[in-house]
C-alpha cells in the first residue's frame, strides 16, 4: 500500500535539503541544484524554492517515493504562496511559471491516484484552469502552445475523474471540450498526438457508459484505434503502447453486445489485453488493473459459451492478484469483490451448485463486516439476490419462510434506508428486487410501493438520444416491470392503479418525447417565461442533430476525425437543461405533478367511443388479467381473471409465429401448412384463453360497443389479437361485430381521440402516396405501383399527390409531409432494434427515418397507411416499449395507422388498399365527409370484402388498425 506519509512543512524540507548539500558539499559530491541552494542568498527564497522544488520533483520521478512527492509538494504549494504575497507569480520568467504550474498540477494528480483525496483532484483541476486562462488562446510561441495542450489533455481526465463522482452533465461536457482542443492544436506526427486521443477517447467512453451515448463509443473506439496505429508507427515506448492496447480492449469490450458475433470481439479484447500485459512488470502500477480486465473478459466469454473452464480462469486471476500492490485502493478491493460475487452467482445459475452461493454469500459477509454497513445499491443488489437464491434452491415449499429470505429482506430494508444514494439505475434495479422479493412472500403493499419507486428511478430520457441500452441482464428484468407493479396492485385490489402503474412502466421512451410536445397553456398564463424556455428546449431536441446518419461528416483525416463538437451533442444538452426545467416547475405551487403520468380518472376519456381492454401478463399470481376500461367501468377497470400461465403460453406462440411467418416468407412451408400447423393453433388458443373471457364481460358491461381496442402485453403485443375478436378462426360475421384497434398505451389513444381536430371538411383530406417499387439493395416491390394506380381511381386527382420511384427522393417526401394530413407508403420498411429513430422506410433515394419526419414537427397529420411488411412487429428483446414504425407515426402524431404484424405479397396490399379507400372515399352515406375516425371501420370491411372473395384469412391477418 501506499505511504500515506503527512505533508510536510516546506521549510523544515527546505533545511534538510539544505543540510544535506552542506554534507554533500564536503565530501565535493553536491549535486548542482543543491549548490544553486547554498550560494543563493537567504532572502530570494523564491529561487531557492524554485530549484529545490524541481529537484525534488525529478528525484520523484526516479524513484515513486511518495515521501519525496510529499515533499515536492510541500515546496510547491510555498512557492505559490508566496507568490501570492508578492502580487503572484507572473513577474517572473513565464514560461518558467506555466511550467511549474503544470509540474504542480500533475504532482497533484499523481498523489490523487495513488491517496485518493479529492481535494488534490479539486487543486490540479483548479491549477490547470488558471493556468490556461494565462495563455493567449491563440499563442503563436510553440513553448506556449506545449503547455497549452499538456494542460488541456490532462485538464480532460481530471475533469472526467470528477465526472465519475459527481455524474454532472456539464462537468463531462466541459471535459470533452478540453480534449478536443488539445488535439486541435498537435500536429499530426506530434509525439503526444496518441496520448491526446487516448484521452478524449477515455472521457468519449466515460459519457457513453453514463448515458448510453452510441455515437460516442464509436468515437472512442476509433480514436482508440488510431492511438494504438500511431504508437506503433513512432515505435513509442513499451509503457504508452501497452497503455493505449488496454484503453482500446476496454471500448470494444463496451462495443462487444451490440455486434452479431460478441465472441470474436471479445477474444480480440482478450488478444490486445494479453499484449498489454507482455509489456507490463508486475511491480507496474497498471499491472492489476490489466490482470483484472482479463479476468473480465474471461468471464465474459463464459457466459456466452458456458465453458466453465474460462470462469474458473478468470476466479484465478482475481484471486491471484498481489493484495499488498500499490494500486490496490479500498475502492479497488471493493470492485474486485463485486467482480468475484457477480462470477459466482452467475456460475451458480448455469451450473446450479450451492456452494457458488454459499462462497458469494461468504464473501459478501466478509465485505459488509469490514464495511459495517452497505455502501454500494449494486453491491446490496449482489447480495441480496444470493440469499434469495439459496432460499429458493433450498427446496422448502415456503422458502420465502427460511433465514435467507429474512436475511435478504432485512438487507434490502437496509438498503432502501438511504434512498439518495447510487446511479438512477442502480436505484431502479435494486426496487425491482425488492419489489419482486416482497411480491413472492405475499407482502404486496410493501411490493407495491418499491414498484412505484422502482418506476420513478427507471431511466426515461435515453429514447430522447435516439436508442435504449438493453446489453444486460438487469435491463431485461427492468424492461418487465410495468406489468409487474400492475399484477401488484391488482393483488392489492386497486385496478385503476394498475392501469396508471402500466402507463408509466411501457413505452417509457416514447412518452418522454410526447411530453416534449405537450402544450403547455396554463404554464405559459401564469409563467409565460418557463414556458418559453420549456418549449425552446424540446424544439431545440428535435431540430438538433437526431442522428449521426443525418449529419453525415465528410471524409477527414484521422487527426481531426471526431473532434468537432457534433450535432447530436447539442440535442442531448437541450434534453438535460429540459428535464432540470421541467423539475424546477414541479417546485411551483399547483404544479407539483407538472408533465407527469396520467391518472386514472383521464386516462379513463379514451374509452369515450368504446371500450379499452388493456391484457396484462404476468408471472405472478393475480397477474395475467384484462383491465377492461368502459361506460359502466369509469369509477374503476372491471377485471377479467386469465390464465395464470398465459405468459409462457403467450411466448410459445410469439415463437412459433415468428419462426412460421419467416419460413413462410422464404417459401420454406406452403400457406396451407403454415395455417394448419401455425397460425389455427394460435388463433385457438388466444381465442380460448383470452378472448372468450372478455367478450363474455363485455356482453354485460356494453353490450351496443361497435368498436373495441385492444392494449396487450408482453409476448402478446406481437400476436394477432384482432383476428380472434369475432371468432376462433378469423371469421367475419357481418358489420354487427365489435371492430377491432389496437393502441400502444392508453395515454396515446387519449391523445389521439382528443387531438385538435380540423374545421369540417367540405372536401376530401389531402393524400400523400409514396411508392418505390425499386430501390439499391433491395428486392424489387412490382406491385407498389399497381398500388397507387388503384389508389388514384378512387380518390379525387385534387386531393391526391404522388411521389414514385426517381421522383419519390427524401427531400421531396419531406417538403411535402407538412400539406398532406394523410400519408400512404407503399415501400419497403426497416426496424432499427434498439434505435427507433433510425428505423424508416426505403426511399429511392436512401432511408426516410422516424427522426426526419419528427423533425417536421406534423401539427396536422391524421391517417398513414403502410403497405410494408413487418411494420407493427416490433423487438422481441423489449415487447411493451412498442418499438415499430407504425407505433412510431402514432406518437409522434398520426390519430391513426393501418400497419403489418408480419410479411404481406403484394397482391393482397395492394386490393387491400384498393378496399380500404373506396370505403373511405366511395362508401355508403350520401354527403358523408371523409374522416379518420371511419379508417378502423374501413380495414375491417375491406378484410370482409376480401374474405368473401376468396382471399385466405392468413394473408390478411397481418393487417391491423391503431389509434382512433
Not at 504 to 517: A, V
Not at 867 to 886: I, N, Q, Y
Not at 894 to 920: G, K
Amino acid at each position: 500500500m501506499a505511504n500515506r506519509s503527512e505533508e510536510p512543512v516546506a521549510d523544515t524540507v527546505l533545511q534538510k535539503y539544505i543540510s544535506i548539500a552542506q554534507e554533500l558539499e564536503d565530501a565535493s559530491a553536491c549535486p548542482a541544484p543543491l549548490q544553486v541552494i547554498l550560494r543563493h542568498p537567504a532572502e530570494d527564497s523564491r529561487s531557492r524554492y524554485f530549484v529545490l522544488f524541481y529537484y525534488i520533483y525529478s528525484s520523484y520521478n526516479q524513484s515513486n517515493s511518495i515521501s519525496l512527492l510529499q515533499e515536492a509538494i510541500a515546496i510547491g504549494r510555498h512557492l505559490i504562496q508566496l507568490g501570492a504575497q508578492s502580487g503572484g507569480l507572473d513577474d517572473t520568467n513565464r514560461i518558467m511559471v506555466f511550467q511549474f504550474m503544470s509540474s504542480m498540477a500533475q504532482a497533484f494528480q499523481i498523489r490523487f491516484y495513488l491517496l485518493h483525496d479529492q481535494a488534490d483532484l479539486e487543486r490540479t483541476i483548479k491549477l490547470r484552469r488558471r493556468l490556461i486562462s494565462m495563455v493567449p488562446e491563440d499563442t503563436s510561441e510553440q513553448k506556449l502552445n506545449d503547455v497549452l495542450r499538456a494542460n488541456e489533455t490532462s485538464l480532460c481526465i481530471g475533469l472526467n475523474n470528477q465526472f465519475k463522482r459527481e455524474n454532472e452533465y456539464q462537468v463531462i461536457s466541459e471535459a470533452i471540450s478540453f480534449g478536443r482542443s488539445a488535439i486541435r492544436r498537435t500536429d499530426k506526427n506530434h509525439v503526444d498526438m496518441p496520448l491526446c486521443m487516448s484521452n478524449l477517447a477515455t472521457v468519449l467512453l466515460s459519457r457513453f457508459r453514463a448515458y448510453a451515448t452510441d455515437e460516442d463509443l464509436e468515437s472512442c473506439i476509433d480514436l482508440f484505434r488510431t492511438a494504438v496505429q500511431l504508437a506503433e508507427r513512432n515505435q513509442q515506448s513499451p509503457f504508452w503502447l501497452s497503455y493505449f492496447q488496454h484503453n482500446l480492449a476496454s471500448a470494444l469490450h463496451d462495443e462487444m453486445w451490440r455486434k452479431p458475433e460478441p465472441e470474436d470481439t471479445l477474444n480480440l479484447c482478450m488478444d490486445l489485453v494479453e499484449k498489454s500485459l507482455s509489456s507490463t512488470p508486475q511491480n507496474a502500477p497498471l499491472y492489476p488493473l490489466r490482470i483484472y480486465s482479463l479476468s473480465i473478459y474471461y468471464f465474459e466469454r463464459f457466459r456466452i459459451t458456458g465453458q466453465f473452464s474460462d470462469v474458473d480462469r478468470a476466479m484465478t486471476l482475481l484471486e491471484h492478484l498481489p493484495l499488498d500492490h500499490t494500486v490496490l485502493t479500498a475502492d479497488f478491493r471493493f470492485e474486485l469483490t463485486q467482480s468475484r460475487m457477480n462470477m459466482l452467482i452467475h456460475r451458480y445459475m448455469f451450473g446450479k451448485n450451492v456452494a457458488d452461493l454459499d462462497k458469494t454469500i461468504s464473501i459478501g459477509r466478509q465485505a459488509l463486516d469490514e464495511q459495517h454497513k452497505i455502501n454500494d445499491p449494486s453491491f446490496g443488489i449482489l447480495l441480496i439476490c444470493s440469499y434469495i437464491f439459496r432460499a429458493v434452491a433450498s427446496g422448502v415449499d415456503k422458502w420465502w419462510e427460511t433465514g435467507d429470505a429474512d436475511e435478504a429482506q432485512r438487507l434490502t430494508l437496509e438498503l432502501a434506508g438511504d434512498s439518495s444514494r447510487g446511479h438512477s439505475r442502480l436505484q431502479s434495479m435494486f426496487k425491482c428486487e425488492v419489489a419482486r422479493l416482497n411480491h413472492l412472500r405475499g407482502s404486496f403493499d410493501v411490493a407495491l410501493r418499491a414498484y412505484q419507486d422502482a418506476l420513478k428511478f427507471l431511466p426515461q430520457g435515453l429514447l430522447v438520444m435516439n436508442q435504449y441500452r438493453t446489453d444486460d441482464i438487469e435491463g431485461a428484468r427492468e424492461a418487465n416491470v410495468g406489468v409487474d407493479a400492475a399484477a401488484c396492485a391488482l393483488a392489492c385490489g386497486n385496478p385503476g392503479l394498475a392501469v396508471e402503474l402500466l402507463e408509466q412502466g411501457r413505452s417509457i421512451g416514447w412518452t418522454r418525447s410526447l411530453q416534449m410536445r405537450s402544450d403547455v397553456e396554463q404554464l405559459r398564463a401564469e409563467y409565460p417565461e418557463s414556458a418559453r424556455r420549456l418549449a425552446h428546449f424540446a424544439r431545440q431536441c428535435e431540430i438538433s442533430g437526431t442522428s449521426p446518419s443525418q449529419n453525415p461528416q465528410p471524409a477527414q483525416t484521422t487527426t481531426n476525425h471526431h473532434i468537432d463538437t457534433p450535432q447530436w451533442e447539442d440535442r442531448f444538452s437541450y434534453f438535460k437543461q429540459w428535464e432540470s426545467l421541467v423539475a424546477e416547475i414541479r417546485e411551483l405551487d399547483g404544479y407539483e405533478s407538472f408533465l407527469s403520468p396520467p391518472k386514472y380518472e383521464e386516462l379513463r376519456s379514451a374509452a369515450t367511443c368504446g371500450p379499452v381492454v388493456i391484457v396484462n401478463v404476468s408471472t405472478y399470481r393475480h397477474g395475467s388479467a384484462a383491465l377492461i376500461i368502459g361506460h359502466s367501468t369509469l369509477d374503476r377497470p372491471q377485471i377479467v381473471p386469465l390464465p395464470r400461465d398465459l405468459e409462457t403460453k403467450a411466448k410459445i406462440w410469439f415463437q412459433v409465429l415468428s419462426e412460421g411467418t419467416n419460413k413462410l416468407a422464404s417459401g420454406q412451408i406452403s400457406e396451407r401448412n403454415f395455417n394448419q400447423s401455425v397460425l389455427n393453433p394460435i388463433l385457438a388458443g388466444l381465442w380460448r384463453e383470452i378472448v372468450v373471457p372478455i367478450r363474455q364481460t363485455l356482453r354485460i358491461l356494453d353490450p351496443y360497443a361497435r368498436r373495441i381496442w385492444w392494449c396487450p402485453t408482453g409476448p402478446l403485443t406481437f400476436l394477432p389479437l384482432h383476428v380472434v375478436t369475432n371468432g376462433p378462426s378469423g371469421g367475419i360475421e357481418g358489420m354487427s361485430t365489435l371492430i377491432p384497434s389496437y393502441t400502444t398505451t392508453v395515454s396515446s389513444l387519449l391523445r389521439a381521440s382528443t387531438s385538435r381536430l380540423p374545421p369540417q371538411r367540405s372536401q376530401p383530406p389531402k393524400v400523400l402516396a409514396i411508392a418505390c417499387e425499386v430501390a439499391e439493395g433491395h428486392s424489387d416491390l412490382p406491385g407498389a405501383l399497381r398500388e397507387i394506380e388503384s389508389i388514384k381511381r378512387i380518390i379525387p386527382s385534387d386531393s391526391l399527390d404522388i411521389l414514385t420511384d426517381t421522383d419519390a427522393t427524401k427531400d421531396r417526401v419531406m417538403s411535402s409531409l407538412s400539406d398532406h394530413s394523410w400519408l400512404h407508403l407503399a415501400c419497403h420498411g426497416h426496424q432499427e432494434n434498439g434505435k427507433p429513430f433510425d428505423s424508416h422506410f426505403v426511399l429511392h433515394d436512401g432511408p426516410l427515418r422516424i427522426s426526419d419526419i419528427i423533425s417536421q414537427n406534423l401539427k396536422n397529420s391524421e391517417f398513414a397507411f403502410l403497405s410494408a411488411c413487418h411494420t407493427a412487429s416490433g423487438w422481441p428483446a423489449m415487447f411493451d416499449e412498442s418499438m415499430h414504425l407504425a407505433a412510431a407515426l402514432q406518437f409522434i402524431g398520426f390519430r391513426a395507422v393501418i400497419a403489418t404484424q408480419w410479411a404481406v405479397d403484394d397482391n393482397t396490399a395492394a386490393r387491400l388498399a384498393q378496399e380500404v379507400y373506396s370505403y373511405l372515399f366511395l362508401g355508403p352515406g350520401e354527403g358523408r365527409s371523409v374522416s379518420v375516425e371511419d379508417t378502423a371501420e374501413a380495414l375491417h370491411y375491406a378484410v370482409a370484402t376480401l374474405r368473401r372473395q376468396g382471399v385466405p384469412f392468413s394473408r390478411l391477418a397481418p393487417f391491423i388498425h391503431i389509434g382512433v
